[in-house]
């Protein structure tokens, strides 16, 4: 039939299509002012601001600061090297400058056990210290950087931003014509790049390294972005309260210093911290394409991070340096984030656990008082939060093999050492985009089934239960999920009792906190690597999805709503697409590529090594696969070895010192050198399984046991098989440098195998049939190795 009873008047259409206008306005309204609120939060920690060079004396310039590193990071300066020295000297000049009394430490550095290094890794080293003495000192506070270089690049970033805030604070400190209460010690570590050993040289063996002090360490990981302190010695109560209350620009979050106990990133913190320093670390990431590349030139330096770098250094000196440094070892740790405007939240870790058990019960007492008003069943709500684990799972797998699938399309891709790319905005957002196409193709697959309300409420009740148990498991990272389910909680009860008008304000204030926390922290996350999206940013962008759910059914389409996350899965296609496009690779976007070489002298027979999957250009020179090969302790794990050309190049040396047995222990002490003045020098005992080495000492220090040899495997030894004492020395100078070793239950014949090592880059123009790479690569960790076996006879 088709009376007009039937038929919808124009009145009721007029009204439905004004409600469905009304609620596509609302929820694009309160999805932008979310939207607003995450760029307000990321621009809040981003730097902008630069002190020009005349700027008052008393205040850090970051235009001053950048003078010191066009002057000492214009070539490369791995320690030991010439360029080294002059970079040393003129650091020291300037402390002189400032009418500073500067200190050279000569010392020998013995890579801390912690980093887990075979074979064991030491060296000569010289630090810089400074003391600018203060007036009634409850201890002292430290300045610190490193002035060392990796072969490959000039380090105007890495450290050459951490060394230039250091000089300009130091240098606006004395301007202020006032001392501090406490003393301040400018100090430039050496050997970091070679395993942190000017820092383990000072804690071990400087007196000022005793009694109580505070370290401000200044690292990078890249060459712009905001300058985060990452992470701290604990208990933190004390350094995170001065920090926060005194850093003009205090970015920092706990996150970070719980993932740094699970991924591997080791800082001079690392030496610092053992020895009962306590210790705020920080760093910029932003850029990481630039992180130990040809590329790290003052070019790349970027003014505003430096300005930021250095702003905070000298608030932190000057609050430090007037404090009673007994009050900063407070017997707590904190849980601390940002929030805007340039505020450091921050409270004690017990309440993490409160938190997110209130997160939880408040999740709950929704989902019950929304079954008790019928907007859901507790079967359908039960359903869709055990078919939450597919989004997320899917996401967080797509974060997973996303890097590994760009470089199967570009090979070249891979040549960054942080999985970085020069432009790494498009790819970003494509991450970001494919984190909002997987759960809302499981919304649009189930929205009838299970219903719109049911499904968002099965990602919250994941947001609050992950937020509860970080809560116990890792209090400082519980934020980052505790609040914004908090906050989503209360907003949705807001909503189920408000009337219709305030729904979407009440759901618009409950998602703030995850706006101001989840959003910025996802995005500040990805600087850490597109390698690693899948550990932080992936699950948390799928979770702010899940959160955001209740606004997006506002926007949500009558009729074929796939369509939805199939226009989310296109833009990401597109901005892939756009990345790839814009990802260029040539002479100015070089890219990293490997090569060793390896000369044993006792057969005249030489080889290349590769890794195991080396690039195109590094192929040709590779042969099979092979764990095994004449120079384990220089490059350790699976490898390409291919037949090389011998070169003439000559052999390290050995020279007995001492060779006696008494008592059934033998001590033997010789000096090994490199004849061609290689900044590298190792030696491996290749000792009968009878022997048991009692103890290994190198220029004077003792090297641990279990890093320099004894049980276990070697690469390329088969279980079992006993791992020869090794050592790595770095700078040993042209005299060599002195090894003493005793062993019990062996007086025969010893094997020493003596190799040195150069890395710099053009080391390898001398090798016979080496062609360097294209001008689009640049070598990195190259390595050229000459290996002789001396048998010492008693």
Known sequence: MTTSENR?????????????????????????????AAVGAVVDITPFSVSPADAPGRDFSARRAFSHIERFATAP???????????????????????LRPEVQEATGVAPSSLGAWPAVAGRVLNIVALIPGTAPTGRVFVTAHYDSVPEGPGANDDGAGTASALEAARALLADGRRPRNDVVLLITDGEEAGLLGAEAFVAG?????????????????????????????????????????????????TFADLMEILPNDTDFTAFAPAGMSVLDSAFAGAGTYYHSVLDDPSRVDLPTLQQMGDNTLALVRAFGDADLARTADGQDLVYFNVPPGILVRYPAWAASVLGGLAFVATLALVLLARRRGAVTLRRTLLATVSALIPIGLTVGAGLVFWDALTTIRPDLGGTATTTPYRPEPFWLALLALAITVPLAWYAL??????????????????AFLGLGLGVASPGSSHSLAWPALGAALGGLAA????????????????????????????????????????????????????????????????????????????????????????????????RTGLGYGLDADTGKAVWVTSASPDAWARRYGGPASAAHPFPDVWTGPALVGPARAATLAAPSVKVVEDTVAGGVRTLRVRIRSERGAPQIGLRLDAPATAALRSLTVAGRPLPKEAAGGSGERPGETSGERRGAAFTFHAPGPEGVEVS??????????????????????????????????EWMFLAGSRVAVAKTHTVVP
């Open 8 to 36: 919808t008047s124009p009145a009721r259409e007029d009204a439905s299509a004004t409600r469905t206008r009304w609620s596509l306005a609302s929820g694009l309204v309160a999805l932008g002012v979310l939207l607003l």
């Open 77 to 99: 300066h791995p320690v030991g090297t010439a360029e080294h020295a002059r970079v040393r000297e003129y650091l020291v000049d300037e402390l002189r400058r400032m009418g």
């Open 206 to 254: 400087h007196p000022l390294a005793r009694g109580r002090s505070v370290v401000l360490n200044h690292e990078a990981r890249g060459a712009k972005g905001p300058v985060l302190m990452f992470r701290s010695t604990r208990p933190n109560a004390g350094l995170i309260s001065v920090f926060g209350s005194a850093a003009p620009h205090p970015v920092a979050d706990s």
């Open 446 to 463: 189930l929205r009838r089934r299970l219903g719109s309300r049911a499904l968002a409420l099965g990602m919250l009740i994941w947001t």
């Open 496 to 591: 189920l009792y408000a009337p219709a008008r305030w729904r979407v304000p009440a759901l618009t204030a409950g998602l703030l906190p995850a706006a101001l926390i989840l959003a910025p922290g996802t995005w500040t996350a990805l600087p850490m690597g597109l390698a690693y999206a899948g550990y932080a940013v992936m699950p948390q962008a799928v979770l702010l999805v899940g959160l955001t759910l209740p606004l997006v059914e506002f926007l949500w389409p009558r009729r074929r709503s796939l369509l939805v996350p199939l226009a989310a899965l296109a833009v990401s296609i597109v901005l892939v697409g756009v990345g790839l496009r814009l990802e260029r690779t040539d002479a100015d976007h070089p890219r």
């Open 741 to 774: 070793l005793t062993l019990a239950g062996h007086d025969g014949p010893l094997r020493l195998r003596v190799t040195d090592v150069s890395s710099a880059p053009g080391d390898m123009a001398a090798i016979p049939g080496y062609v360097p790479p294209p």
